[in-house]
């Protein structure tokens, strides 16, 4: 299996590893739940435990920790092992507006 | 207080043995150089800060520092690029002068580590240079792909690397690799005995001329 790095371009997927679901948010307890520490509670373990096994299209993280050092998001078919589209992940690369921690 | 004079010690000082290894007697069919006497110094733009770094660069070097992986030689230094908004900084060792002088460059917008003695530099090279690299690196090394001036980061024997490619002074290729020093001493005997069946001159070279 090759992914393409946005950075780095194709290489083999040896140089990557991988995280999981890009999808999960951590909760924001100031919006999300202000009032309820019961809904903190259900938040939050739902964002560390709770993850689909997704037969399809499915975001995900994986770090290239054998080239470049990023963090990327990949669209990938866990069924076709098809990669649609691999993009920085927010963060990566200091100068990048977007915030880290999505 | 006693005083302590450090001594750089090569980390190849096991593994490298110097001479002629290998099939046939004639001319090598790989050369593999470490090059000792090195200053290297790991640069990251701080968020916000990669074109102010770029900016403090081009006026330190005479040239921006890549923005892909490439390398680009400066009339003092080699700056290869090394992940999104980072570079490496390569040059002949100086005492403390070359990290002195960045440091003073980037105070405030880029971060530094100082790898001098952190990563060893090789030099491959040879007419069956890329034949021998062929079984260590994935990487695509044909002209087209990887001219001079092309660089990676890649992962060579489960380690990273830090690979470029410059040109001797015939105008034959010289594939550079920066590996961990600690695992140099391992990768040395990997890439001798990738070129042994091509013929194998082994040696050092001091960066400083
Ligand atoms: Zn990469």
Known sequence: MRIACPFCGERDSSEFSYLGDASPKRPNFAVDSPNSPAEIEDAVFDYVYLRANVAGDMREYWYHGGGCRSWLIAERNTVTHEFKSVTAAPGAGAALAGQAGE | ?209
């Open chain 2, 1 to 209: 207080m006693p005083d302590f004079t450090w001594e750089t010690q090569s980390p190849l000082r096991k593994a490298l043995v110097v001479g002629r290894h290998g099939a046939g007697t004639g001319a090598a069919g790989v050369t593999l150089r470490e090059v000792r006497d090195i200053a290297l110094v790991q640069v990251m733009a701080r968020r916000g800060q990669a074109a102010a770094t770029a900016k403090a660069a081009k006026k330190l070097f005479g040239v921006e520092p890549p923005t892909s992986p490439k390398a680009v030689t400066a009339k003092t230094a080699t700056l290869i690029w090394s992940g999104a908004d980072q570079f490496l900084a390569f040059a002949p060792h100086s005492g403390d002068e070359f990290y002195a002088k960045l440091a003073d460059t980037f105070a405030g917008i880029a971060s530094l580590s100082d790898q001098s003695d952190g990563r060893c530099a090789l030099h491959i090279s040879g007419p069956r240079a890329r034949d021998a690299m062929a079984k260590f690196c994935a990487l695509d090394l044909h002209d087209t792909v990887f001219p001079v001036g092309a660089a990676a980061s890649t992962a060579i024997d489960h380690t990273n690397a830090s690979v470029w490619r410059s040109a001797d002074e015939a105008g034959e290729a010289v594939y550079n690799l920066l590996v961990f020093t600690s695992f140099s001493d391992s990768l040395w005997h990997m890439i001798a005995d990738a070129a042994l069946e091509y013929g194998l001159d082994a040696g050092h070279v001091s960066a400083v001329q």
